[in-house]
C-alpha cells in the first residue's frame, strides 16, 4: 500500500493518505481524490504548476523523471544537470517532482510539500 503526506505550510495545512491501487497512480490523482488544493495547470509536465518537493520514506527508491520532467524542472531550476543525469539511481530526496508525473506504487512512501 502506497502512503502519502501532503504538507503545505504556504496554506496550513495536512493530508495523510494511503493508495491501495494495484496500479500507480500519480501524486496528483491522490491529491485530486482526497481534496488536496495542489496547484495545477496542464496536467501533462510541461508548465511545471504542480512542482512538490518530494521526500522519499522507508525503502530506497528508483528517481525515475521523464523526459517532459526532466526539462521542466531544468526550465525552472529546480533540477540540476547532474542530477538529470543520474536516471535511476535510488534516492534520497527531497527532490522536486512534478506531481502530475510522479508516480506513487503500492510499495511507495511519500513526504510532499507545496
Not at 16 to 36: D, E, F, G, T
Not at 84 to 99: C, D, F, I, T, V
Amino acid at each position: 500500500m502506497g502512503l502519502v503526506q501532503f504538507i503545505s505550510p504556504r496554506i496550513g495545512g495536512d493530508w495523510s493518505m494511503s493508495c491501495r491501487n494495484h496500479q500507480p497512480i500519480s501524486l496528483l490523482k491522490m491529491a485530486r481524490i482526497w481534496n488536496v488544493p495542489l496547484p495545477v495547470h496542464c496536467r501533462k509536465g510541461l508548465c511545471g504548476t504542480c512542482a512538490v518537493r518530494v521526500t522519499p520514506q522507508g525503502k530506497q527508491q528508483q528517481l525515475c523523471l521523464n523526459a517532459f520532467e526532466q526539462q521542466t524542472l531544468q526550465g525552472l531550476g529546480k533540477l540540476t544537470a547532474m542530477l538529470a543525469n543520474e536516471g535511476q539511481k535510488p534516492w534520497k530526496g527531497p527532490y522536486w517532482r512534478l506531481a502530475c508525473q510522479c508516480m506513487v506504487g503500492t510499495g511507495d512512501q511519500f513526504f510532499v510539500a507545496f
